[in-house]
Nanobody, 128 residues
Framework: QVQLEESGGGLVQAGGSLRLSCAAAGRTFSSYVMGWFRQAPGKERECVAAFRWSGGTTLYADSVKGRFTISRDNAKNTVYLQMTSLKPEDTAVYYC?????????????????????WGQGTQVTVSS
């Protein structure tokens, strides 16, 4: 059973930084696509960043490109989302997700339905 557990959320002022962590367990994730999603109240869940564990290729939503960085620690089976230059519009619950099908990487990396496993989410609030 795949388990994903996020941590690192909190309250930060605009312009500040946070690093989210996602501890992954229960599988060998070498072929997985890992993603960070967010969902603000009244809005659809949005993928902000994703990468293929094998090879480390990354993709980002335009709204966070240049500000957010997704990375991994293989030894710890942990995925990170480093967020800088945070804006009030970044306020949301952030979720870590795992997609066991690397063939969906090219066209569907951002589609929530392609991800089979989800963490419980961590709140990020950016004050103006």
């Amino acid at each position: 059973q795949v388990q994903l557990e996020e941590s690192g959320g909190g309250l930060v002022q605009a312009g500040g930084s946070l690093r989210l962590s996602c501890a992954a367990a229960g599988r060998t994730f070498s072929s997985y696509v890992m993603g960070w999603f967010r969902q603000a109240p009244g809005k659809e869940r949005e993928c902000v960043a994703a990468f293929r564990w094998s090879g480390g290729t990354t993709l980002y939503a335009d709204s966070v490109k240049g500000r957010f960085t997704i990375s991994r620690d293989n030894a710890k089976n942990t995925v990170y989302l480093q967020m800088t230059s945070l804006k009030p519009e970044d306020t949301a619950v952030y979720y870590c997700a795992a997609n066991p099908n690397p063939d969906t990487w090219g066209l569907h990396w951002h589609v929530p339905g392609e991800y089979d496993y989800w963490g419980q989410g961590t709140q990020v609030t950016v004050s103006s």
